[in-house]
């Protein structure tokens, strides 16, 4: 049987069901899988270090000679060793093997061997503890483990390095030149890269670090040269399909009938929206800002300028209590201005349901705001023209087209106030378009943000008390919702800590919210807050994105060091919002480098995409996007933190051929079509 890329892992020999199980835990399904899983990181085997040299706490290669004869010590049942004194020029190791009996057979006194591991000390003795050993030589040779660069695996149970380095081996060279190549020759050309068979060698087995930085530089430009061309055939498949074409309105009406000016940011948005529905083409747009940057202007705006068209609008947020905080600023907005705004949320009875479906059908409502239940069968428009969606990777591919479905290919505007570094944010949002809110609303001040320990807990209390004397309110919130035996001591629950609270301020009014409540509960305990019926609100995160209560004028995050920095960004944002000044204290007993410096980014800047991108840089994308609902596939090679650089690299490639070949039509192009169109099969209903 000829093997190839598209051949079962099981026809590798020495692949039996088990491993081809354990292979298929990883996604490795084919003999071409194998070849594109990536080692996770490589330990550098080429350098040799003395013994004198050699630190504790260093993972190093020791050429030593074994210099007596290996000795077996039975401790008990379970646990045999393995000693050895393995000694070069400059001094001597101790070296020990935990049930690794064959050891004293395989090492031979006299003989020299290169011994990989990590250094340890035992009084003025160097150790090594289970090292890689392997005959001089040996090393660098086919094969070997020692005197190269070692390609580092991801492993499931039942597979081991030495069964992947084999297996990688095989697959290699069954493949032979049938490697994923997406590239065409003149992009390898134009760019510097290296060929495929090249590029796959080295980034398993590299000849050295040289060649390993040129292989992985190839794999990385077309990992996301091939997500730039697929996204912008998307962009591309939507700009050529029709859209609702709005006649020109001027703007300026609008603005002027506001109660206050406009920011640059805002307007230039907003001129954006209204060229993309004059185009002809469907508008997908992302109004991309910071917490409090006036975003819900920028939809009242574009659904003033669908209602001058005769088109009606849905508005859909995440949840009942940010629908109706959409509701009400939206009424704010447009109901001076003729407009009428309605709200369809779950907790509404059959009959209220109904009667909003009535006027919506009947063209008796010019904007509905609500939650999921919009996309339900019996919500009908009379004539849709827009779909505005709030924090969009809140909702699934599916939920979002089943709202756009119910007109005839109505406009889409995205916002989110989750900042994300702008060229990111273009391959994420793949087909929108991206204005970004950079300017917040005059009038605005800056929230005081402080970094505490324990120790202030007493004034901490007092400042609670003398703020709620003042009038105002206080959110706090804690990472846990109930205590935990489980997890280290000293974290705070939103349950335990509102009790606290209250015995601390006995006449103050604690309200506890988190996740486990019911919808329906945990939305009455919000609204309370914001009609101003409790003084201090103890919350998980469920209230990251939600809630706006200008009167909150303090927030406390207990155990911040638990927090993402784009996570307490957010969290800092649910203040500010009124004409008080406001305190945002970040209280850690954490001494940790990286919580310190995550903390100190927050007490520095307020600025959204400069916390973005230190807490991509920090925490890497698969925590900064938490579980992938941004539409982003996941990456093999490419690291979105260190990469950006090539990143913009090869989208501007990317934008560069597609203007020439929209369709990849052309020959050389093919295998890049194939590539593009294999990645949407692979990522069905994730990209947006």
Not at 7 to 29: D, M, Q, Y
Request: aromatic share 6%; charged share 25%.
């Amino acid at each position: 049987m000829t093997i190839t890329a598209e051949s079962p892992i099981s026809a590798l020999r020495g692949v039996g069901p088990k491993k081809a199980a354990a292979f298929e835990k990883l996604g490795v399904n084919t003999v071409g899988d194998l070849v594109t899983l990536f080692p996770r990181r490589y330990e550098d085997r080429t350098r040799f270090t003395p013994i004198a040299l050699a630190m504790p706490g260093d993972t190093v290669c020791i050429r030593a000679m074994v210099a007596a004869p290996p000795r077996l010590n039975r401790i008990r049942r379970g646990m045999e060793l393995v000693k050895l004194r393995a000694v070069d020029d400059t001094g001597a190791v101790e070296i020990t093997y935990f049930n690794q009996t064959y050891r004293k057979d395989s090492l031979h006194q006299g003989e020299t061997y290169i011994f990989y591991g990590k250094v340890g000390v035992v009084g003025q003795r160097k150790t090594l503890t289970n090292p890689v050993a392997e005959r001089e030589d040996r090393a660098g040779s086919p094969g070997s483990v020692t005197g190269r660069i070692m390609p580092i695996y991801p492993l499931s149970a039942g597979l081991t390095q030495r069964v992947m380095l084999d297996a990688v081996r095989a697959a290699l060279d069954l493949c032979g030149d049938d490697l994923p190549n997406a590239l065409p020759e003149e992009i390898l050309n134009q760019h510097g890269l290296a060929q495929a068979g090249f590029a796959y060698e080295n980034i398993h087995f590299p000849a050295d670090l040289g060649a390993l930085e040129l292989a992985r530089r190839r794999l990385i430009f077309e990992e996301l040269f091939v997500l730039s061309c697929a996204m912008g055939r998307m962009r591309g498949e939507r700009s050529r399909t029709g859209g609702l074409k709005m006649a020109p309105q001027k703007v300026q009406e609008f603005f002027s009938a506001l109660p206050f000016t406009p920011t640059g940011a805002q307007e230039r948005a907003v001129l954006s929206a209204a060229d993309d529905m004059c185009s002809g083409a469907l508008m997908n747009r992302l109004i991309q800002g910071d917490v409090g940057s006036g975003k819900t202007m920028i939809a009242a705006a574009c659904v003033w300028y669908v209602w001058k068209n005769g088109y009606q609008c849905a508005f859909m947020a995440p949840t009942e209590i940010l629908a109706e905080q959409h509701e009400k600023t939206l009424k704010g907005f447009l109901e001076p201005l003729g407009l009428r705004v309605g709200r369809l949320v779950g907790s509404m009875t059959a009959k209220q349901k109904r009667e909003v479906n009535e006027l919506l059908q009947a063209g008796l409502l010019d904007v509905v705001v609500g939650t999921h239940a919009l996309i339900q069968d019996s919500v009908h428009f009379q004539k849709l023209g827009l779909v505005i969606t709030d924090e969009q990777h809140r909702f699934g591919v599916g939920q979002r087209s089943a709202l756009t479905e119910k007109g005839d290919h109505p406009h889409t505007l995205v916002m989110s106030a989750t900042p994300i570094p702008r060229t990111l944010a273009l391959m994420i949002y793949g087909d929108l378009d991206v204005s970004v809110i950079d300017e917040l609303p005059p009038g605005r001040q800056p929230i005081e943000t402080y970094v505490v320990d324990e120790r202030y807990r007493e004034r901490l209390n007092a400042f609670m008390e003398r703020l709620i004397a003042e009038g105002r309110q206080v959110f706090v919130v804690c990472p846990m919702v109930e205590e935990n035996e489980e997890l280290p001591e000293g974290l705070k629950s939103a349950e335990e800590h509102a009790r606290t609270i209250q015995s601390a301020l006995p006449s103050r009014r604690v309200a506890c919210v988190h996740g486990r409540m019911k919808a329906k509960d945990k939305e009455a305990v919000m609204a309370a807050f914001a009609a101003g019926e409790t003084d201090i609100l103890v919350a998980t995160t469920v209230i990251e994105v939600g809630v706006d209560v200008p009167n909150a004028a303090l927030m406390i995050v207990e155990n911040a060091e638990r927090f993402g920095l784009s996570q307490l960004h957010q969290l800092r944002g649910r203040i500010g919002r009124g004409k008080f000044q406001s305190y945002c204290i970040l209280v850690s007993d954490s001494e940790t480098p990286e919580a310190k410096a995550r903390l100190r980014v927050m007490k520095e800047t307020s600025d959204g995409f400069k916390i973005a991108e230190a807490d991509l840089r920090q925490r890497g994308p698969g925590d900064f996007f938490g579980s992938r609902q941004h539409g982003l596939p996941e990456m093999h090679v490419a690291d979105l933190c260190d990469d950006m650089n090539v990143l913009e690299e090869a989208r501007d490639a990317a934008q560069a051929l597609l203007q020439r070949d929209p369709n990849l039509d052309e020959p050389g192009n093919r295998r890049l079509k194939a590539q593009c169109d294999r990645l949407f099969e692979i990522n069905a209903g994730r990209l947006n």
